[in-house]
C-alpha cells in the first residue's frame, strides 16, 4: 500500500518551447509504494513533464524535491544518481548482448581493470531477477527474448540502479494480454519494495487494474488528481477532454452490401493456415487474437506484401492474384500498418509526400508531378480529417502520434481505397483522437468501403464489430457476431473451444 | 513560401553556399587571378566530371545506398566508346553507345542490389573491380587516343564564351534538381531513402526504382567518361580512380544523408563547385598535391562536423 512518504514532489513546472507553452504551472506528486497514473492526451504535456522528470529537459520556472530534498537536475546521469528510472516505449536495450551485461552496462564488476568479472556480472544480474520474481535467465541473449522479457530486464536495470522513482512509458503497448498480468505483478512486487512509479497508458482498462491514483493533464495545464476508486471511466475522459464524449465507441449500425472481399483455403507455409473468411461492403469486420496468431501475417498476405502458398482470393467477385501492395492498390485495397513510424510514413517526407505517396499516379502527368494538384488533395486531406500541422510541407516526424495516424489513413483516402486493412488503428493514440478514427471508420463503412479491423483492445473490436473473427495459431478459431462477450473472445484466442 | 520558413528549410544548402561564397574571398584576396572569369570558367570546368559523377551518387545516396563503382565505369565505358569510336562509328553514335553501355552497368549495380539482395556496398564494390579489370582486359592495358575534332569539341568547344563541360554540367543539374523535385522518380527516391518498407507498402515498385536509381548512376558516370574522353584525346583504364570518393564526399558537403532520405542536387552542385575551388586555389597558391589531400580531407570532415553540431536537435 502507498505510504504517506514523498518521492517526488513538483510544483508550479512550467516548460515553453518556442511558440507553445508545454507545461503550464504543472503540480504532481508521487509517494513512495504507489502507482500514480499520468493521463492525458497526445499533447497535453505527460512527455514534456517526464523528461523533466528524468532530466533530459530543463524546466523553466516551479520547483522539484526529490524525497523532500530540492534538486535542480543537471541531465539524465543526474536524474539516475538520484534514484529516477525510466523505461522508454521502445526499449533501450542492445539485443547482441547477454541480459546481465545489458542490466549492468557501464557498470560491469571488474576482475581487475579491463578485465570483466563474468561470474559476478551474472550472479548480481541474477539476483535482480529473481528478487522480481522473474523466470529470465541471466545469460539468455535479449535478442531472443520476447517484448515483454525484455521490458522485464529494462525494469531490472532500473532497479540495479536503486530507483525509487520509476517512470513507465505505455509499457503494455507491445504486450499480450498475459503478459501484462506479468506485467502488473512485476509492478506490485515493486510497490511492494517501496518504489513509486509512474505510469502512462492510454489503455485506460489498465489504470483501474493498475493504478492508485490518477493524475490528469490537459494542453499543458494541471487538470486535477484523484483516488483511481473514485473515479469513472467517463469521468476520466471528461476530464482529459473537457468535454463528455457520448460513448467511446460511436459504432453505427452498418447495411451490408455484397461481398467486396472473399478468402478461400488462404495458406502460407507455416504462418496461415486455411483461411477463409469474407467482408462485404458497408461492414467493419473485427479480428482478434493474440499477438502472433496470424493477424499481422493474413493482412500482408492480403496486401501482397508476403507471398501466398495455396488459396484464392476474391475482389468484388473476380478472382485475382496479387503479387504486390502495387497489385493491391491498384485494385483498391488499402493497409493501415501496425507500426506508423517503421511501415507507415516516411517521417523525413511532408505531410503532403506522405498522403499523396500510393496515388501519385493520380499527381502526375508523365511521370511529371503537378504540383497544384497535389497540394489541393492533400489539403482537402488535412481539413477532411482535421489533421493538426502547420502546414503540407511539415515533416511527418513532427506530428503528434494522433495526427501522423491520420496522416496514414489520409494516405488511403487519397487511392479511395474501398477495402480497407487497418491494424491498430488506434494503438498509442489519446482517446480524443481514437473517437475521431472510430467516427471515420463508421463514415468509410457508410458509404459501401469494406473493413477488416485488426486489434488487441478487445473493448475496441466488441464495440466497432459488426462480425467478429479470432485467429489462433495462423487459423481462424472462431466467428462471433457483434454480441459477443470478452470472455468468449479472450476463451477463442486462447484456442479453448467453447 | 515566407521567407522564415524558407530560410529555415534551406539553411543547410545556405551554409554550404556561405563556406563556398567565403572561400572565393579568401582566396581573391590571396591571389588576384583567382577572381577573373577565365579562372573561373576553368574551375567549373574542372570540376564538371566531379559534378556529373556526383549528381548520379546524390540520387542513390538518397534512396540509401551508395556507389563505389562509379570511378571505375568511367575508366570501363570510356575505352568502350573509344573502341567504336575507333572503329570509325559516327561520334554522336558512339558516344550514345557509351552511355547506354553506361546505364546498362549502371542497371547491372541496381539488379544486384534489389535481386540479388546484396548491400549497395558490397554489390559495387564487386562491380568497381569487375568493370577495372574489364576496361584493362578490353585495352591491353593501354590507353587508346586520337579522335575526330567534332567529338573532342564536346570538352573543347565553347557556348557563348562559356566551356562546353560547364554548359553540359549546368544543364544536367537543372534536369537533376527539375528530377527530383518534380516527378515521380524523384518523390519514390526520397520515399525509399527514407522509409523503404513503408514506401513498399504503399505500393512503390521498390526493386524497379532503386534499379533505375543505379542505372541514373552508370548512365552520369558514362557522361562524365564522354568529357574526360574528349578533354584528354585519350582513354585510359585507369581513368577515374578514386572518382568514387570524390563524388561521394560533393555530395556529403552538399548535405545529404548518408542514410538516405535527405538531400538536394544544389547542395551536391556546391559541394563538387568547393571540391574545384579548392583544388584550384591550392594549385594558384603553388600549395603541393600532397597538402591538397589533407586540406580536401580536412574539408570533407568539416563540413559534415558542422552539419552535425549545428543541426536543431530533435526533441
Known sequence: MPSLVSALRLRGIRKTFPGVLALDGVDFDLLSGEVHILLGENGAGKSTLMKIISGASRRDAGTMEIAGVPVDLTGPRHAQELGIGIIYQELNLVPHLSVAENILLGREPMLCPGVLDRRRLRRIAQELLDELGLTIAAGAVVSSLGVAEQQMVEVAKALSLDARVLIMDEPTSALTSQEIERLFATIRRLKARGVGIIYISHRMEELFAIGDRVTVLRDGRYIGTKAIGECTLDSLIAMMTGRDLDAQFPKEAARPGEVALRVEGLGRNGVLHDISFSVRRGEIVGLAGLMGSGRTELARALFGADAIDCGRIEVHGRERRIRSPREAIDLGLGFLTEDRKTQGLVLALSVQSNLCLPSLDKYARGGVMMETRERAAAGRMVDELHIKTPGLQQRADCLSGGNQQKVVLGKWLCTAADILIFDEPTRGIDVGAKVEIYRLMNRLAAQGAAILMISSELPEILGMSDRILVMHEGRIAREFSAGATQEQLLAAALGRSV | ?315
Open chain 2, 1 to 315: 513560401m515566407t521567407l522564415k520558413p524558407f530560410l529555415i528549410r534551406y539553411a543547410r544548402q545556405f551554409g554550404t553556399l556561405f563556406g563556398l561564397v567565403l572561400l572565393c574571398i579568401a582566396l581573391w584576396i590571396a591571389t588576384p587571378y583567382f577572381l577573373t572569369s577565365s579562372n573561373l570558367l576553368n574551375i567549373m570546368e574542372q570540376s564538371a566530371i566531379n559534378a556529373l559523377i556526383a549528381v548520379g551518387m546524390t540520387f542513390i545516396i538518397i534512396s540509401g545506398g551508395i556507389d563505389l563503382s562509379v570511378g571505375s565505369l568511367v575508366a570501363f565505358t570510356g575505352v568502350v566508346l573509344a573502341g567504336f569510336l575507333h572503329d570509325g562509328w559516327p561520334w554522336p553514335l558512339a558516344v550514345a553507345c557509351g552511355l547506354v553501355a553506361g546505364l546498362g552497368c549502371g542497371i547491372v549495380n541496381g539488379l544486384l542490389v534489389t535481386l540479388g539482395r546484396l548491400p549497395p556496398f558490397i554489390a559495387t564494390l564487386g562491380t568497381m573491380s569487375v568493370a577495372r579489370g574489364a576496361a584493362l582486359l578490353y585495352t591491353d592495358g593501354r590507353p587508346s587516343s586520337g579522335f575526330d575534332s567534332g567529338f573532342r569539341s564536346l570538352a573543347t568547344g565553347q557556348v557563348l564564351h562559356i566551356p562546353a563541360p560547364a554548359v553540359i554540367m549546368l544543364v544536367v543539374y537543372v534536369l537533376g534538381h527539375f528530377v527530383l523535385t518534380r516527378t515521380k522518380f524523384g518523390r519514390y527516391t526520397y520515399a525509399i531513402g527514407g522509409n523503404e518498407e513503408a514506401a513498399l507498402l504503399s505500393g512503390v515498385r521498390v526493386r524497379l526504382y532503386k534499379t533505375l536509381i543505379y542505372g541514373a548512376g552508370g548512365l552520369l558516370s558514362a557522361l562524365a567518361a564522354v568529357l574526360l574522353t574528349a578533354r584528354l584525346n585519350s582513354a585510359q583504364p585507369i581513368a577515374g580512380i578514386n572518382y568514387e570518393l570524390d563524388a561521394i564526399a560533393a555530395t556529403v558537403i552538399g548535405g545529404t544523408s548518408l542514410l538516405g532520405g535527405q538531400g538536394t542536387m544544389g547542395g551536391t552542385l556546391v559541394g563538387a563547385l568547393i571540391m574545384g575551388v579548392l583544388r584550384n586555389g591550392l594549385n594558384l597558391l603553388g600549395v603541393s598535391s600532397f597538402v591538397q589531400q589533407v586540406v580536401i580531407g580536412a574539408v570533407i570532415i568539416l563540413a559534415v562536423l558542422v552539419d552535425v553540431l549545428f543541426k536543431p536537435k530533435k526533441k
